[in-house]
């Protein structure tokens, strides 16, 4: 599996903000957000097997594992990969950019969908079917750029009746000011979360490896 980075921090998305995380950073990516804050990982990495990959994490000891990227389902050994992980005993979640097949994945990796606004410019690219195979212990994410970006996070989650399952609404770092994004969720009253980066509030937006 070609990966960029893996490194050991506090998980900064998701509902496990804020918990201890090894993260496994897989490199390339079939989308192009305007507002990616990981473009570094597009291309390069290294290659590594899947029995070094499972060393280096248990080496460092950190029962929650997340696979992300880039787009981690590029990787034809993605699956396996995330089987092996549940295997040792491990809480895995997968960061993935809603454009490739999550069906047929390990049942006890939990999926986080994160589905590209208009803002991204890669909206057409979403994989609806996808919402089909959402399961309990899964989550949806909606990066938020603008009002726009807002209304068709709104209108998705309602028409496909995703409020079933944890949905967090994220504002762009540094387009979308956290606190205008609170007031529309809370003048629509929406059942989803704000997510701000923990990350970037604990270390530099521009920091790696955290």
Request: net charge negative.
């Amino acid at each position: 599996m070609r990966v960029t980075e893996i490194f050991t921090s506090i998980q900064g998305e998701s509902t496990h903000a804020g918990r201890p995380c090894t993260f496994v950073r897989t490199t390339g990516c079939d989308q192009r957000c305007v507002w990616c804050d990981t473009a570094y990982a597009f291309e390069g990495g290294t290659e590594m097997s899947l029995d070094a990959l499972f060393d280096e994490v248990k080496r460092r000891g950190v029962p929650l594992v997340e696979l992300t990227g880039g787009e981690p389902l590029l990787q034809p050994d993605a699956p396996a990969f995330l089987t092996g992980l549940c295997d040792r005993g491990h809480e895995v979640l997968l960061e993935t950019g809603g454009s490739r097949p999550i069906a047929g994945l390990d049942p006890r990796v939990k999926r986080i969908l994160d589905l590209k606004c208009p803002g991204s410019g890669m909206s057409d690219h979403v994989l609806w079917d996808n919402l089909a195979h959402l399961k309990d212990g899964d989550e949806v994410k909606f990066v938020v750029a603008d009002r726009r970006d807002y209304e068709w996070a709104r209108e998705v989650t309602a028409g496909h009746g995703l409020a079933r399952l944890p949905v967090l609404f994220a504002p762009v770092h540094g387009a979308l000011e956290p606190r205008e994004l609170a007031e529309w969720i809370l003048a629509d009253r929406l059942p989803v979360r704000l997510q701000v980066q923990v990350h970037k509030v604990v270390w530099s937006p521009a920091a790696r490896g955290v």
